[in-house]
């Protein structure tokens, strides 16, 4: 049998390059293991810092080195004849890679790829988009002002008032894009609240603010294309004040339950919005779904869809999908022929519409 080949794409221009080098090498372990290295040739791909493309037999490893030497660049064809891959398997976090950036490009080139479509992407990465489409459907988010970089310059006196007023404080700060809570301030009083403002600023021209509930972080996984499963819900236990990028990767104080210790009810419920939110968004391949549950008021509520997820073998995404009974192997497997599976189903659309078809004509 033919070995399908899977351009395996890690590292990137976002924060997030370092934990994407740890999340490919888990996967590329797994595609070269088992049934798997029978089924599938992995070529590495790195992009670095720069954006900068990168191939070669140790990339992966060459990269963990920060060093990019001995490496070939990559060529682009548009022309399908000249594919050298079977499917990509971008395994990148956070913007240009989770973003719906670097599906487009596989569009353009026709290239199948694991994981959530344009659209999808770039709704789940904009924390304003995604809570518009959720909140229009009737799920529930946190209550939350947006506006741009633009008003605040021009009129930041009375945007303070009108959160101070409708949200009250503290409240969360959080730039519209980005991720591993870059830019992201708890403000308590009024002046943090214009320093926090002014920090989102930096990093998008849309920003939001939302009331600061005193949470549990519960996250669903989501696995599938129509017929999508969710798991049962875990728990992070956070460590610090929140969930911030020190929490999460440098002082590791934060740690996860699994199961999450919930009521069957409250879980079940958990459940069922994380699959609404997932096929809301018309996500595809997979997706971690994350909630917050008030310890005050036992209220549930959406915060953010991930559709690339923390993937070593020891995230939460994949050890909540062991629930059932599907190892780390047979995810990779599973997403790559999820992947195909979708392309697949696309090649059915008629790209344009042709004059004497019937409804046309
Ligand atoms: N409204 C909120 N109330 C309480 N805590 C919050 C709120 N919003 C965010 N947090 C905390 O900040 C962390 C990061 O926020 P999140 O919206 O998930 O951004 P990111 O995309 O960077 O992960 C959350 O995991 C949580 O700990
Ligand atoms: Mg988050």
Known sequence: MKKTKVAVIFGGRSGEHEVSLVSAASVI???RSGDNSEKYDVIEIGIDRKGRWFTGENCLNIFKKNSVSGLGSIRFSTDP???TVD???PVLHGPFGEDGTIQGLFEMLQIPYVGCNVVASSTAMDKLQCKAIWKSAGLPIVPHIGLTRKELIENEEAIIRKI???LGLPCFVKPANLGSAV???KAKTEKDLSNALKEAAKYDRRLLVEK???VREIECAVLGNDNPIVSPPGEVIVGGEFYDFYDKYVNGISTTQIPAKLDTEIGEKIRNMALEAYKLLDCGGLARVDCFLDRDDGKIYLNEINTMPGFTSISMYPKLIEAFGIKYENLVDKLIILG????EEKQKNKV???SGSDWYA
């Open 212 to 214: 600061a509930v005193n």
């Open 164 to 166: 101070i007023n409708e």
């Open 87 to 89: 499917i990509a398997f």
């Open 29 to 31: 372990k797994a595609l």
């Open 81 to 83: 004849e000249h594919q």
């Open 352 to 354: 344009s519409f042709e």
């Open 340 to 343: 195909l599976e979708r392309f």
């Open 183 to 185: 830019g992201i301030t």
